[in-house]
């Protein structure tokens, strides 16, 4: 756990307390750019093995709220990563559409 003593934003050690966030830790806010801060931030990063892991289990088309439980990560947080999945996709991706059989 990391222990800030300036703002993230600005770098300034002029900050003050700021009353409580909704989860109890102590808020800060910076005197010359406002911001506001926890003091000891949890890295909720998700590492590249997990964003894998997650990938293909979207492949496998189960629910998304089932892949959030298991995988331990936010409902908000797996439909961004849709989106950047989805964009990161060729616009066209070289599928021609089957036509009408012939009949015979």
């Known amino acids: 756990m990391a222990i800030?003593?300036?703002?993230?934003a600005c770098g300034s050690h002029q900050y003050k307390k700021n009353g409580h966030?909704?989860?109890g830790k102590h808020n800060h806010q910076c005197k010359t750019c406002d911001?506001?801060?926890?003091?000891?931030?949890?890295?909720r990063r998700i590492a590249p093995k997990q964003r894998q892991r997650?990938?293909?289990l979207l492949?496998?088309?189960l629910?998304?709220?089932g892949i959030c439980r298991t995988m331990g990560v936010s409902l908000t947080w797996l439909l961004h990563f849709m989106v950047a999945c989805l964009t990161a996709c060729p616009?066209?991706?070289y599928a021609q559409a089957p036509g009408r059989?012939?009949?015979?």
């Open 101 to 104: 059989p012939e009949r015979s």
């Open 54 to 56: 997650i990938a293909q």
């Open 21 to 23: 966030t909704r989860h």
């Open 59 to 61: 492949e496998e088309r």
């Open 91 to 93: 616009d066209h991706l």
């Open 63 to 65: 629910s998304l709220r």
């Open 4 to 8: 800030r003593d300036a703002c993230p």
């Open 35 to 43: 911001r506001q801060f926890t003091a000891h931030p949890l890295d």
